[in-house]
């Protein structure tokens, strides 16, 4: 079972729209990450949120935490091809030391 | 500035056949870990490791063994390779306490046959 869902599995637009990816679970969280993975690549951090209701913006892309700090989302504004790439969100709990990954959003920005 | 160093990148082996991946960081981080990615699964965490000496299973540690003799490096173990190994494998890094940027490699791409 995910504990942490992600919605949706696969998006592809224009460039030009805009777009949400959504992570959401019933347990709380003390903390969530957005990762950014490109072909061949590790994934690298965006953004750590930690306080529920927490809004967060890097250049067009918005990050919010939820009030209960149970679920959180993604929103691109004007999307652009360098956009394209796989999107992971991750937990981190109090109870133990393991991230709680998000099985990823694979986002395809056509030009 | 290195981060997290993997090695191989690519990687093809025969049923049974063993091998260590290797993985070091330079960020002097205590908390580092190894993942396999497959399709549609996110990240699965296999073995991770609090500091030098200490390391505990993850999700999926079946088929892998792990040390962490120094800070530096943590070594991935497959001890008897089997198609369902098949898979990406990363390393990361990250200072504690929970919950701070983790620092991947760059992976390493298993294939079993």
């Known amino acids: 079972t995910q504990l942490l869902e992600q919605s949706p599995q696969f998006l592809s637009i224009q460039e030009g729209e805009n777009l949400t990816v959504y992570c959401n679970s019933s347990s709380v969280f003390s903390s969530l990450q957005w990762y950014r993975q490109e072909p061949g690549e590790g994934p690298v951090l965006l953004v750590t949120?930690?306080?529920g209701g927490e809004v967060k913006k890097l250049k067009r892309l918005t990050f919010q935490f939820g009030d209960a700090r149970k679920d959180s989302s993604l929103h691109i504004t004007a999307a652009q091809p360098g956009d394209t790439g796989l999107y992971l969100c991750a937990g981190s709990m109090d109870s133990n030391y393991q991230l709680i990954w998000g099985a990823g959003t694979k986002l395809i920005i056509k030009p | 500035n290195a981060g997290v160093t993997q090695t191989p990148k690519f990687q093809v082996l025969k049923t049974g056949q063993s091998m260590t991946l290797q993985c070091a960081q330079d960020m002097n981080h205590e908390y580092m870990s190894w993942y396999r990615q497959d399709p549609g699964m996110g990240l699965r965490l296999i073995h991770y490791?609090?500091?030098?000496?200490?390391?505990d299973q993850g999700e999926v540690p079946n088929g892998y063994n792990v040390s962490r003799s120094t800070t530096e490096d943590f070594p991935l173990r497959l001890l008897s390779a089997a198609p369902s190994q098949t898979s990406v494998y990363f390393c990361a890094s990250s200072t504690l306490p929970r919950g701070t940027e983790a620092f991947f490699g760059q992976g390493t791409r298993l294939t079993v046959v």
């Open positions: 490791s609090v500091g030098a000496g200490i390391t």
């Open positions: 949120v930690v306080t």
